[in-house]
């Protein structure tokens, strides 16, 4: 079967589109997560969620569903805990991720389904999409993406500043546990493509990998959308070739790694623009002592002298050997201070 | 000066009555008394510790007080949700969120309050952020990110917020601390035209500097009680009172010459302290 057949087969265009919404939705979401300086939510909610699916097995009921009432409580336990800032809250989290974890697999074993089962949940599958499911997964994807693009500049307001939220009047609290339940619910239409073990990198690599070049919040939101778009499409489409060689890698490993390779591919830029940013950062602004450089100038700085110019309060200084100099035009005429 | 009580209720912006604020079980604030009538210019100074950025802070419902009675433009806060009309920069944080942030995207969040939801910014929203970020003298600054910026200029990013939302009750949680003269005489302008407007301003200092001459009246902290509440100090008055106890100043600039004197004569730099 050549790839082309592969990507005929219905089980793998209902996994394409899974994989095309999922990586679009799971970064928007994890764009108000990693603004919250919450990146390994995420990955608590996922290993609440194990449970979730394990009830679902358990009873023969939709894994998808169980895991959606699961995943949303066990986030909203998550923002609460989060919200008192209890010092013991840190390790109570940890508590809830470690139960989730273990109460999934002990009730899968229960149920006797065998850990194969939850594998696919815990590392993705393309063989296992069913229709209903890609169905659940177009709805949610279509609500998380409207809503984290839509809601943006409160969501963003809320995540930036909280107490400036509050009193420009909104409801902090209801739009916290709104960003919570939004990742719980793009855990869940990822644990088919990403697996809950590995979603929350799916959430988070992209916003890491366009972060580095972007300056305004809207252009790392659509920026790690697309990126998610590329890294999840692309890391099924990987696993589904390999697969074709007799391999048997799940999409969920393969999409990560994609994810992570773009990250490094990123990084040399990203590290050659934040050394550029950090070079022009603008001096504190003190009343500089006016003292006059010493050494003779052969040049006058300016745009094109190649000296790095960085403002300070009204003026600019020109970094040159180490010094900062400032054009001054004085009674003797014109020198420059070293400030 | 302040005519406390003589005015229709509805029209008092900020009216708390023996208020008591207890912070992480510690009393902080203890019966605070503070009404400030519209159009006034409050100076809320004290030494550092003594309260203010807490008392701001209640006053804007940031802090739940433990008993007292507080009201915005004539309504207790449960009942207040008039919040355009309120502005709030708070004392200056190097806290940033964990994503880029513009400074316009930051500056556009002072509209929220006069924006609908899922709705774009309209015309309106977009003059008032402009008109905001000129005044502040950031207008050629909307691009860049917050993170790159000196403390002063993200002070005056903070400011450009709040008057984004032309609020009709403005208070301002040190706002010049750390911002060069230039920059205080800048924000002077922008706050005396604000006053002109017949907007109200609470504005915690610790050096009034060149936001002198717009002081109407002074409100002294100290260990969480109101130690004075009356006719403009001199800086070097607040010190000089014991109100300031511990807190050792070289400055002898803008006492009782003070509002008219030309400010790069007489205005002590803060800066020199820091
Ligand atoms: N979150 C808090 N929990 C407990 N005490 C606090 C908290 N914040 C401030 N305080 C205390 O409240 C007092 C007043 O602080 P603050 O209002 O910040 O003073 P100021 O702004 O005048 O410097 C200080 O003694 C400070 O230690
Ligand atoms: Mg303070
Ligand atoms: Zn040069
Ligand atoms: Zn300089
Ligand atoms: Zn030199």
């Not at chain 1, 169905?135 to 500049?153: D, E, N």
């Not at chain 1, 919040?217 to 890294?231: I, P, Y």
């Not at chain 2, 309260?51 to 004539?74: I, Q, Y």
């Not at chain 2, 502005?87 to 509209?111: F, H, L």
Request: some cysteine; aromatic content about 6%.
């Amino acid at each position: 079967m050549t790839l082309l057949e592969l990507f005929s087969v219905p089980f793998m265009q209902r996994a394409l589109i899974a994989a095309f919404l999922v990586g679009i939705a799971a970064p928007a979401v994890g764009t108000y997560i990693v603004q919250r300086r919450l990146a390994l939510m995420g990955d608590g909610i996922g290993h609440v969620a194990v449970t979730g699916v394990a009830i679902g097995l358990w009873t023969q009921t939709s894994p998808t569903w169980t895991a959606v009432v699961v995943a949303v409580a066990g986030a909203v336990v998550i923002e609460v805990v989060r919200e008192r800032g209890h010092a013991e809250g840190d390790v109570a989290l940890a508590m809830l991720f470690y139960g989730g974890l273990a109460g999934g697999v002990f009730v899968t074993g229960l149920a006797g389904t065998g850990a194969s089962r939850l594998q696919e949940f815990l590392f993705g599958s393309i063989l296992t999409i069913s229709v209903d499911d890609l169905l659940v997964t177009m709805a949610l994807s279509v609500v998380l993406i409207v809503l984290c693009v839509g809601l943006s500049p409160q969501l963003f307001a809320v995540s930036q500043d909280p107490d400036y939220a509050k009193v420009a009047g909104l409801p902090v609290r209801f739009y916290s546990i709104l960003v919570a339940v939004l990742a719980a619910l793009s855990v869940v239409i990822a644990m088919r493509t990403v697996g809950l073990l590995l979603v929350s990198a799916l959430m988070v690599v992209p916003v890491a990998i366009v972060q580095q070049l972007t300056r305004s919040f809207r252009m790392t939101l659509l920026g790690a959308m697309g990126a998610g778009l590329v890294a999840s499409v692309g890391g099924l489409a990987l696993a589904a070739a390999l697969s074709r060689t007799g391999a048997n890698v799940q999409p969920g490993p393969s999409i990560v790694l994609v994810a992570l390779a773009g990250f490094f591919l990123v990084w040399p830029i990203g590290a050659w623009l934040r050394r550029r940013r950090a070079l022009v950062t603008p001096f504190p602004e003190t009343s500089p002592e006016e003292k006059p450089v010493d050494e003779a100038h052969p040049h006058l700085h300016g745009e094109k002298c190649g000296h790095v110019a960085v403002e300070h309060g009204d003026h600019v200084d020109y970094i040159h050997d180490g010094h900062r100099h400032a054009a001054h035009v004085g009674a003797e005429g014109e020198h420059y201070d070293e400030h | 000066m302040s005519k406390s009580g003589s005015t229709v209720p509805a029209d008092v912006p900020v009216q708390l009555l023996h208020g008591d604020v207890a912070l992480s079980g510690r009393p902080v604030l203890r019966e605070v008394d503070l009404t400030v009538n519209r159009g006034e210019f409050v100076a809320l100074m004290g030494a550092n510790g003594s309260g203010k950025s807490t008392l701001v802070r209640t006053l804007v419902g940031l802090n739940p007080l433990s008993a007292g009675r507080l009201e915005l433009f004539g309504r207790t806060l449960s009942g207040f949700h008039d919040w355009s009309r309120v502005g709030y920069v708070p004392q200056r944080s190097t806290a940033t969120g964990g994503v880029p942030a513009s400074v316009w995207e930051v500056v556009a969040s002072g509209r929220l309050t006069h924006r609908k939801l899922l709705r774009p910014l309209r015309s309106a929203d977009r003059a008032a952020i402009r008109a905001a970020l000129e005044v502040v003298g950031m207008g050629a600054y909307a691009h860049r990110g917050v993170a790159q910026l000196s403390g002063g200029q993200h002070q005056r990013v903070l400011i450009a917020r709040a008057l984004a939302g032309r609020p009709e009750l403005l208070l301002l949680d040190e706002p010049t601390a750390g911002v060069d003269l230039p920059n205080q005489q800048a924000l002077a302008r922008a706050l005396g035209r604000l006053k002109e407007d017949g907007a109200t301003i609470v504005l915690v200092a610790h050096e009034l500097g060149p936001l002198a001459p717009l002081v109407d009246r002074a409100v002294v902290m100290r260990d969480g009680r109101k130690a004075y509440d009356g006719a403009p100090l001199a800086d070097a008055d607040v010190h000089a009172q014991g109100f300031d106890a511990g807190h050792v100043h070289c400055d002898t600039g803008l006492n009782s010459a003070g509002s008219t004197a030309a400010p790069n004569a007489a205005v002590p730099t803060p800066l020199k302290e820091l």
